[in-house]
């Protein structure tokens, strides 16, 4: 059983930063995607970016609308992943939600939810303007 716990969040003014983490257990090192999610009151969740891993390749995926602002990346000696948003603005306050699917993702799959089988309890991100 994989679990994922959430930190990280928090409120910040339009412009500033934070970095989310996702810790995990409970996961085989093989094929797999990790990814980040944000769902604002009314709207549905979508998808924000992904590490997809197929053997040794590696691949991030992201929405058009963090590209420049946010990076993913993973820790895997501490079985961790992170969300580096900088720039945030308003429209970027949401809850966050990690991830895991135990089959690599591809460009048609990193953004659906239905993709992933098992997700962290969220983080609350506030942006002020």
């Known amino acids: 059983q994989v679990q994922l716990v959430e930190s990280g969040g928090g409120s910040v003014q339009a412009g500033g930063s934070l970095r989310l983490s996702c810790a995990a257990s409970?996961?085989?090192?093989?094929?797999?995607?990790m990814g980040w999610f944000r769902q604002a009151p009314g709207k549905e969740r979508e998808g924000v970016a992904a590490?997809?891993?197929?053997?040794?390749?590696?691949?991030?995926y992201y929405n058009d609308s963090v590209k420049g602002r946010f990076t993913i990346s993973q820790d895997n000696a501490k079985n961790t992943q992170y969300l580096e948003m900088s720039s945030l603005q308003p429209e970027d306050a949401a809850m966050y939600y990690c991830?895991?699917?135990?089959?690599?993702?591809?460009?048609?799959?990193?953004?659906?939810?239905?993709?992933?089988?098992?997700w962290g309890q969220g983080t609350q991100v506030t942006v002020s303007s």
């Open positions: 991830a895991h699917s135990p089959y690599a993702c591809d460009s048609g799959s990193w953004s659906l939810a239905a993709a992933y089988r098992y």
């Open positions: 590490i997809a891993r197929y053997s040794a390749f590696v691949t991030t």
């Open positions: 409970g996961y085989s090192t093989g094929s797999r995607c």
